[in-house]
Nanobody, 119 residues
Framework: QVQLVESGGGLVQAGGSLRLSCAASGSDFSINAMNWYRQAPGDQRDLVAGITRGGSANYADSVKGRFTISRDNAKNAVSLQMNSLKPEDTAVYYC?????????????WGLGTQVTVSS
């Protein structure tokens, strides 16, 4: 089983920046896609950004040009650089991965990290 640990959330003023990080641990696994989701109170959990093992990234329209996702395959880690933050970016951010272990494919979620952007 893969476990994810997120870090980097916090409180920032509008226009500021934060960097979220997520590291996967376990044994005998290979990570495929790595994603960041977010969920604000009362809202559904939405995809913010995703990146394939080969480095192809995709973004929600609301964060294009402001957020950048990157990954380090050797470290089984993914980061999300968030610039020009807006109050509407306030949410709990979750790391999510799809991975292969043995003959099966699975997914895993982190516990989430709070990002609060003040106006």
């Amino acid at each position: 089983q893969v476990q994810l640990v997120e870090s980097g959330g916090g409180l920032v003023q509008a226009g500021g920046s934060l960097r979220l990080s997520c590291a996967a641990s376990g044994s005998d696994f290979s990570i495929n896609a790595m994603n960041w989701y977010r969920q604000a109170p009362g809202d559904q959990r939405d995809l913010v950004a995703g990146i394939t093992r080969g480095g192809s990234a995709n973004y929600a329209d609301s964060v294009k040009g402001r957020f950048t996702i990157s990954r380090d395959n050797a470290k089984n880690a993914v980061s999300l650089q968030m610039n020009s933050l807006k109050p509407e970016d306030t949410a709990v951010y979750y790391c999510h991965v799809d991975y292969t272990m043995g003959w099966g494919t699975y997914d895993a979620w982190g516990l989430g990290t709070q990002v609060t952007v003040s106006s």
